[in-house]
């Protein structure tokens, strides 16, 4: 059904989710059907022999099949939502003049026309064009009573399909302007929830960032290099943390987070203090903002561990990776040093954080291997909705 939206009813040309995108697959969904539908309508005049009927149902026809082609490239949602419901109603007001095998169905789409209009059209539309359709029909029974004319059906019964049309357009109105102005409010409702996030992520950082400057002036007072290496490794936890909320804000996603972005940017501060070479090889994916975090706190710990506990006095690389296959995801981070002892992996306060971390992931696995160099990969799944 996915393949059909997106490509048979050309639901990729716009946004998902959207009002656009829902109007858009109808109208070509009602191409199909109207279609399907006057083919039969065609047939059946051809073998009664209304032949004015046909040439109808045939130019109709026509001019979906010609709306349904150039649709979106050049005509637009609205301008083929005009020429749909154009021929719909020229087809819908000409049942109630020439004779047709089954005019009872005519009616029940004269009944289902208001329906149409509001939806693909909006309020304000809607409304100019029911009053026009009003008008037309509103002339059928005058036409019908003055000439003394017998269409389809006598005057009498002709003003009450007028009467009706207008009553049913009058209620769908009604409720698709509620719609419209809850749609409205609710719209109204976001922005403002948006710039309420925006602030609390750039409050939450501006704190963090007051919070590390505190702890940095404070390590820069200490002496002993085991305490002075311990400060410096929580400040390095809070930038992971701070980092995190300043790409929620500055990227106007509150919910998500580009883990490329994400990752690289903790990657790039790492950089700077030290002569091993970082390398990345992140895929763009937008992930969960808990999941960031955990992630970003992982990748934290484990190129930190790498730097200060790997090579020793000589120069290495570090590679980190972040790779998606459908809905499992893999996180990366080796190093060529000199490894370490797997039997006192729980001494670490860091490969304790990377493990403890990696177990709140969804369905996450943590694999490490010391052999040649170390090697952490964090194996989790996008989380099932």
């Known amino acids: 059904m996915g393949f059909f939206e997106e490509e048979v009813l050309k639901g990729k040309y716009f946004t998902p989710k959207s009002r656009d995108r829902l109007r858009a697959t109808m109208v070509n969904l009602f191409i199909f059907v109207g279609s399907f539908v006057m083919l039969l309508y065609a047939y059946e005049n051809m073998i009664q022999g209304y032949y004015m009927m046909l040439g109808v149902d045939l130019f109709t026809i026509l001019i979906l099949l010609i709306t349904y082609l150039i649709f979106p490239h050049f005509i637009g949602l609205i301008n083929s939502s005009y020429m749909i419901l154009g021929a719909l109603t020229f087809l819908l007001s000409l049942s109630l003049i020439v004779p047709d095998r089954d005019p009872e169905l005519s009616l029940f789409g004269l009944a289902g026309l208001p329906v149409f209009v509001f939806f693909f059209l909006g309020v304000k539309k809607g409304i100019r064009w029911s009053i026009n359709m009003f008008t037309i029909l509103l002339f059928i029974p005058l036409i019908s009573y003055g000439a003394g004319i017998e269409f389809v059906y006598d005057w009498e019964l002709l003003s009450q399909i007028v009467l009706g049309y207008l009553a049913i357009s009058y209620m769908v109105y009604i409720i ?133 506990h790997a090579f020793g006095e000589q120069k290495g690389m570090i590679k980190t990776s972040f790779k998606t296959i459908g809905t499992r995801h893999r996180l990366c981070i080796q190093d060529s040093g000199k490894g370490f002892d797997v039997t006192k992996i729980y001494q670490s306060l860091g490969i304790t954080l990377i493990r403890d971390l990696g177990a709140t992931l969804h369905r996450g696995i943590v694999d490490i291997n010391a052999d040649e160099g170390v090697k952490i990969v964090i194996y989790f799944d996008t989380e099932e909705v």
């Open 176 to 308: 698709e302007n509620e719609r419209s102005s809850y749609e409205h409010r609710l719209n109204i409702a976001l922005e403002e929830n948006t710039i309420l996030f925006k602030e609390v992520h750039h409050r939450t950082k501006n704190n963090m960032q007051v919070i590390m400057s505190l702890l940095e002036r404070q390590a820069f007072t200490i002496d002993n290099p085991k305490y002075k290496k311990m400060f410096e490794a929580h400040i390095d936890r809070l930038k992971a943390m701070s980092m995190m909320h300043k790409n929620l804000y500055t990227n106007h996603s509150y919910e998500e987070v580009n883990i490329q972005a994400y990752l690289e940017e903790i990657a790039q501060n790492l950089q700077t203090y030290t002569e091993h070479t970082i390398r990345t090889d992140i895929n763009s994916v937008w992930v969960d903002m808990k999941v960031a975090m955990n992630l970003g706190l992982i990748f934290n710990e484990a190129v930190t561990n790498a730097i200060e």
